[in-house]
């Protein structure tokens, strides 16, 4: 009976969630790059409501994707290069960002 009025509440936005997203504007530079790094791939937040999955490399991009250079603001610098994002790519994109 508990878990389900748990996960009523929890669906319902009643009770925040137990894992929190992790924003760049409250690590420094070399924080965030290190838990791209560690973990190879991370959905960080990026300031408010926004976020973003950043990669350390292109093997955690899908096979047709690839990526572009990441700059995220960060407690210590309003640019911090954390990584890469992975996007399809048009006819007119260029390959090899990477």
Known sequence: MRFALATALL???LVPAA???PSTVDMTCAQ???VVLRQGAAVLGTGGQTYDRFV?????CEPTEIGRRAFVPARDT???FVGFTCYEPSRNDRFGDF
Do not use: M, S
């Not at 350390?56 to 955690?60: A, G, H, I, L, W």
């Open 56 to 60: 350390r490399d292109r093997n955690f």
């Open 19 to 21: 894992a929190q997203r």
């Open 32 to 34: 965030a790059r290190n």
């Open 11 to 13: 669906a319902a936005g």
């Open 78 to 80: 309003p640019a911090c």
